[in-house]
């Protein structure tokens, strides 16, 4: 079945650093690739999405491109801020296959950013 | 400004109480999830929906467990009867269609003990 794989957690950086999250996927057919990010006790927001291979979501300074070589969609950010602090969650969603549209979700990311 | 709702927010009980959450998905959308979250498991999809009809319930405990959608502006979570280790937040989210995105609900907290 499908999976999603994140980088293992907790990140902490210094605001300003720069911010990567893997994230990888295994799926059959073409999938939609999403990044949502969860503040506390708040449900989860899409943050950016990327529909099929090459293509970068962009929102808020954050950036992701879906490499369907490396099935990669890896999160990026030039320069975080404290009120980035969140948990970042890849996600999925496959129309394909027995799939049937289910929005499969990696075991999300930490980030804690500090002044 | 269109977005999932979900009652309650939070829920105490006694373990072997019924519990019902409930969540009022986006208008016009036609795909319904629940997901659990706890800080051992991380996010597991429980159950989703399509046009009121499950499409895969097969995370869902089917002992203890429903999931209905009644109409399509209401989905119903229930768990019978309810145990300590349910202790979770439940999420709903709804979509327009595969492939899309989910919106999600602010979840309900539910503690049992």
């Known amino acids: 079945g499908d999976s999603v794989t994140q980088m293992e957690g907790p990140v902490t950086l210094s605001e300003e650093a720069f911010l990567t999250i893997n994230c990888t996927y295994t799926a059959t057919g073409y999938p939609s690739l999403f990044w949502y990010v969860q503040y506390p006790g708040e449900g989860l927001q899409l943050l950016l999405k990327a529909t099929k291979a090459d293509d970068k979501g962009s929102n808020k300074g954050f950036e992701a491109t879906y490499r369907k070589e490396t099935t990669s969609f890896h999160l990026e950010k030039g320069s975080v801020q404290v009120s980035d602090s969140a948990v970042y969650f890849c996600?999925?969603?496959?129309?394909?296959?027995?799939?049937?549209?289910?929005?499969?979700f990696g075991q999300g990311t930490i980030l804690t950013v500090h002044p | 400004d269109a977005r999932v709702t979900q009652t309650p927010r939070h829920k105490v009980t006694e373990m072997g109480q019924e519990v019902t959450m409930r969540c009022q998905p986006i208008l016009g959308h036609n795909t319904v999830f629940w997901y659990r979250q706890t800080m051992m498991q991380g996010l597991e999809l429980l159950a989703y929906?399509?046009?009121?009809?499950?499409?895969?319930d097969s995370g869902m405990p089917k002992d203890r467990f429903s999931a209905e959608m009644p109409d399509a502006t209401l989905a119903t979570l229930k768990i019978q009867p309810s145990e300590p280790r349910d202790s979770a937040v439940y999420f709903c989210?709804?979509?327009?269609?595969?492939?899309?995105?989910?919106?999600f609900g602010q979840g309900t907290r539910l503690t049992v003990v």
């Open positions: 996600a999925l969603s496959n129309a394909g296959g027995t799939s049937y549209g289910k929005l499969t």
């Open positions: 929906f399509r046009n009121r009809a499950p499409l895969d």
């Open positions: 989210a709804s979509g327009l269609t595969f492939n899309t995105e989910a919106f």
